[in-house]
């Protein structure tokens, strides 16, 4: 399966927010974060919203607006939980996306975006 999603990837680890509910502190994503989420979700197609629970390799190619660094760990975690919210995995633990061969960053300023490739293993190996 083969996704493509517009807009700048956003990661969600950094600039999170502190705010106050019921007079308890609650960590929340970034404005940034929530605004990339609200465009990505729409992307998704609903024949990709399978609730995948088999082992698959997900790899990420990311492009990027700037050429500032960006940390790929946090981008991929950050595409994980969308796919999970967008339904797309049932989960995002390591039994169902069991690996993220070939991820990379490049620099696109003109047409930022995350090409998603989602394929199952040939078979899980046991540890």
Do not use: W
């Not at 919203?49 to 990027?64: A, K, S």
């Not at 339904?87 to 690996?99: L, P, R, Y």
């Amino acid at each position: 399966m083969k996704l493509i999603i517009r807009g700048n990837p956003v990661s969600k680890k950094n600039h999170s927010q502190i705010i106050m509910i019921g007079g308890r502190p609650r960590l929340i994503p970034s404005k940034p974060y929530r605004e990339y989420e609200k465009m990505f979700l729409p992307q998704v197609p609903a024949s990709a919203r399978q609730r995948i629970t088999t082992p698959h390799t997900v790899c990420c190619i990311y492009y990027m607006e700037t050429r500032r660094r960006v940390d790929l760990g946090n981008l991929l975690n950050a595409t994980c939980d969308l796919l999970v919210k967008a339904e797309v995995f049932q989960d995002d633990n390591s039994f169902i996306v069991a690996s993220h061969d070939g991820s990379r960053v490049f620099y696109d300023k003109d047409n930022p975006r995350v090409e998603i490739d989602i394929t199952p293993m040939a078979r899980s190996v046991e540890v």
